[in-house]
């Protein structure tokens, strides 16, 4: 169940964007580590940079969209500079949209 669950999140986080970008946060490659155990959720991320206008704000959105999981009770975000994103992190599609 716990693949099911991961893939539930990962849709949800798939909804947010990037204020600046038009591609979702995961696959910019802002989520590092998604893992559940029971029923909640630890999720690793980081932004684009440290003073990425929304630091406050996306965090939380990607938290409310784990918890729309049925199976997620609760979620433990830990927001990570380590390794620093690089454009690299980004999945082919998102580098497509961005003509990178």
Same mark, same amino acid.
């Given at each position: 169940?716990?693949?099911? /669950?991961? =893939?539930?999140?990962?849709?949800?986080?798939?909804?947010?964007? $990037?204020?600046? #970008?038009? /591609?979702?946060?995961?696959?910019?490659? &802002?989520?590092? *580590?998604?893992? /559940?155990?029971?029923?909640?959720?630890?999720?690793?991320?980081?932004?684009?940079?440290?003073?990425?206008? !929304?630091?406050?704000?996306?965090?939380?959105? !990607?938290?409310?969209?784990?918890?729309?999981? @049925?199976?997620?009770?609760? !979620? $433990?975000?830990? &927001? !990570?500079?380590?390794?620093?994103?690089?454009? *690299?992190?980004?999945? @082919?599609?998102?580098?497509?949209? #961005? =003509?990178?």
């Amino acid at each position: 169940m716990t693949i099911e /669950v991961k =893939n539930k999140i990962i849709n949800e986080i798939r909804k947010i964007y $990037d204020p600046e #970008l038009p /591609v979702n946060i995961y696959e910019l490659g &802002l989520i590092y *580590d998604i893992q /559940v155990k029971d029923r909640k959720a630890e999720i690793k991320m980081t932004l684009t940079t440290p003073n990425c206008p !929304v630091a406050e704000s996306l965090p939380n959105e !990607v938290k409310e969209g784990a918890m729309q999981v @049925d199976e997620i009770d609760d !979620v $433990d975000l830990q &927001l !990570v500079w380590d390794p620093p994103w690089t454009k *690299d992190m980004m999945s @082919d599609a998102a580098k497509l949209e #961005l =003509n990178l």
